[in-house]
């Protein structure tokens, strides 16, 4: 099965700093990538999501952006944070189009001061 | 597009009780549907889905969840419940495409 690696697991920024959070994913090829963020007392929502190197669909307005340099390498990133970016980050792999479940990182506690 | 709610916030429930965990989605064609748990500080894991075929599933940790066509609903139960069942609980329903779709998520907290 798929091991998806996230980090750093907590992150405290000030606001109006950058961002890089980095996944990569072990034991696939050509998977489908996903950022999702858990904002406090709130559902997950899908961010961005990658079916190939270099290809991102965002799906909501922000300020976040998203990269895929490698097949099994997402980042996350922002020029200029906002308080309203905290929240836990998640990301997320899927291979195959007969496979339908997500395997999910350890997430990153983002906290924007 | 496809949406899932999760009409509570918190379920409590008293160790040894059925615990049930209420999930009913919308969406064109027909539904993938998932239930995913987070503990503390972790992410989130997989615990069972419905693509097709029989209408009750059974997944890990002993939870099941029955899928009603007719009620557009697939609620989690678990027929006795540990304090170590004390989680976030995320439904989830994908159709056709890459996309995810969660609910809000349910709190439920096993009393000792």
């Known amino acids: 099965s798929q091991t998806i690696h996230q980090w750093p697991a907590t992150l405290v920024q000030p606001v109006g700093s950058p961002l890089s959070l980095e996944c990569t994913v072990e034991?696939?090829?050509?998977?489908?990538l996903y950022w999702y963020r858990q904002a406090a007392g709130r559902g997950l929502q899908l961010l961005f999501y990658?079916?190939?190197?270099?290809?991102i669909s965002s799906e909501v307005p922000q300020n976040l952006s998203a990269s895929r340099p490698q097949d099994r390498q997402f980042i996350l990133s922002s020029k200029k944070l906002l308080l309203s970016d905290s929240g836990f980050y998640l990301c997320?792999?899927?291979?195959?189009?007969?496979?339908?479940?997500?395997?999910f990182g350890s997430g990153t506690q983002l906290s924007v001061l | 597009a496809q949406s899932v709610a999760q009409p509570e916030d918190q379920v409590n429930v008293a160790e040894g009780n059925p615990l049930t965990v209420k999930c009913t989605y919308s969406?064109?064609?027909?539904?993938?549907l998932f239930w995913y748990v987070q503990y503390p500080n972790r992410g989130l894991q997989f615990l069972l889905k419905?693509?097709?075929?029989?209408?009750l599933v059974k997944g890990s940790y002993g939870f099941e969840a029955e899928f009603n066509k007719s009620q557009t609903s697939f609620h989690l139960k678990k027929p006795s419940a540990l304090v170590s069942d004390s989680a976030l609980y995320f439904c989830?329903?994908?159709?056709?495409?890459?996309?995810?779709?969660f609910g809000k998520g349910n709190q439920v907290v096993v009393i000792p």
């Open positions: 989830a329903v994908r159709s056709g495409n890459n996309r995810l779709a």
């Open positions: 419905y693509i097709t075929g029989d209408n």
């Open positions: 990658s079916v190939g190197i270099g290809q």
């Open positions: 969406v064109s064609g027909n539904p993938y």
């Open positions: 034991g696939t090829s050509n998977p489908n």
């Open positions: 997320a792999s899927r291979t195959g189009a007969a496979n339908v479940k997500l395997f």
